[in-house]
């Protein structure tokens, strides 16, 4: 099988313990991740042959982010080092009405300093089929977002499939770019389109009507997103399949979970999970990303079970401390099949 290749940024995440605020922390929890290589993780924990790229800073910080994806089965040869240091996040973690918390210390990163023409996407790409890209890499600056776009282009080029899972952060587009001019050309290139409510809206102005997701708790109605679904297609022709997760928030801890797959004529409704009592809920969209990945490659005559696939699989990595998946395909299948006893495997 030829390899899916992901790009962004992985970080440093220091995190007090449970669910200390930061005022009560004398000690971080130290985890690596970000959106991309958290996909990344995903698919090698799958079977599937995934590289990942990034820039790393030639020092002991770094050298831990790339043993990190070495130990998950990721690979590494195309990614790339250069600049001083590692983005760092800094997370508290929510419970019940208090909401989690997430502080960026990223400025200045090694991805951050990255320049078009530093990656040689003809080599990275050499027997790849997929490329995948997040929201989150052309947010970090001007220079991650034209190493995006020159990616894509190439990718493009190749025949390849391009998904995106746009992934709207408000604390992370502070330079001057046109965030709706850089995303839109960017998506434009995309076979597969994935993103919620908030996504579509602040990147696209684009929003289901007649809800407001803060407000409607668990209530979360998969028609209500058939509109938007509809209307990222009208504005992305190049797209083939557009995804959007469904999160109900009861509060911090409790939420539902479900997701629905649009491809111009269908649109596809998974199982909806109550997930009742969340153990961490950072990833849950790039482990649905790469859920997803895996059901399309694997069942790409079957979007409904691809879709089902990627919501079990995110349901799963709510119950995982961390910014990765790390459930097998075994697991997920047993979730799909209606097993959510969590009785122990002896």
């Known amino acids: 099988m030829k390899k899916v290749i992901t790009f962004g940024e992985i970080m ?7 669910f200390l605020r930061f005022s009560q922390a004398n000690n971080f929890d130290v985890v690596y991740g970000g959106g991309e290589s958290n996909v990344a993780v995903s698919l090698a924990n799958y079977g599937i042959p995934v590289d990942f790229v990034t820039r790393l800073p030639k020092n002991d910080i770094g050298e831990c982010a790339l043993m990190e994806m070495r130990k998950r089965g990721v690979g590494t040869d195309n990614i790339i080092f250069g600049g001083d240091r590692l983005g760092i996040y800094f997370l508290e973690t929510g419970a019940v009405s208090r909401g989690s918390k997430v502080i960026y210390d990223r400025a200045h990163s090694a991805m951050a300093e990255i320049q078009q023409g530093m990656v040689d996407w003809e080599s990275v790409f050499t027997n790849a089929q997929w490329f995948h890209w997040t929201g989150i890499t052309p947010a970090i600056s001007q220079g991650a977002a034209d190493a995006c776009l020159e990616a894509v282009k190439v990718a493009k080029s190749k025949g390849m499939t ?9 604390k992370l587009w502070k330079y001057n770019g046109d965030r709706e001019a850089i995303m839109t050309e960017l998506t434009s290139y995309c076979d597969i389109v994935l993103g919620n409510e908030e ?11 007649g809800l407001d997701i803060t407000k409607q708790g668990a209530d979360v109605k998969a028609e209500a997103f058939l509109s938007v679904c509809q209307q990222m297609m009208e504005k992305f022709p190049n797209a083939k399949k557009v995804i959007t997760t469904l999160r109900g928030s009861l ?3 409790h939420n539902t979970w479900a997701g629905v797959l649009y491809d111009g004529k269908t649109m596809y409704q998974s199982p909806q999970y109550q997930i009742t009592h969340i153990v961490d809920r950072v990833g849950g969209g790039d482990s649905f990303m790469g859920g997803l990945i895996y059901g399309l490659l694997t069942y790409p005559q079957d979007d409904q079970k691809a879709l089902n696939f ?8 709510h119950t995982i401390k961390g910014d990765a998946n790390l459930v097998t395909v075994a697991e997920v299948e047993k979730l799909m099949g209606g097993d959510a006893s969590g009785r122990v495997a002896r």
């Open 12 to 18: 440093l995440r220091l995190a007090p313990q449970g």
């Open 251 to 253: 509060s911090a801890s």
């Open 199 to 209: 996504d579509a809206e602040m990147h696209f102005g684009i929003k289901p009507l």
């Open 162 to 170: 391009i998904s995106t899972d746009l992934n709207y952060r408000k």
């Open 310 to 317: 990627a919501v079990a699989a995110s349901c799963l990595k």
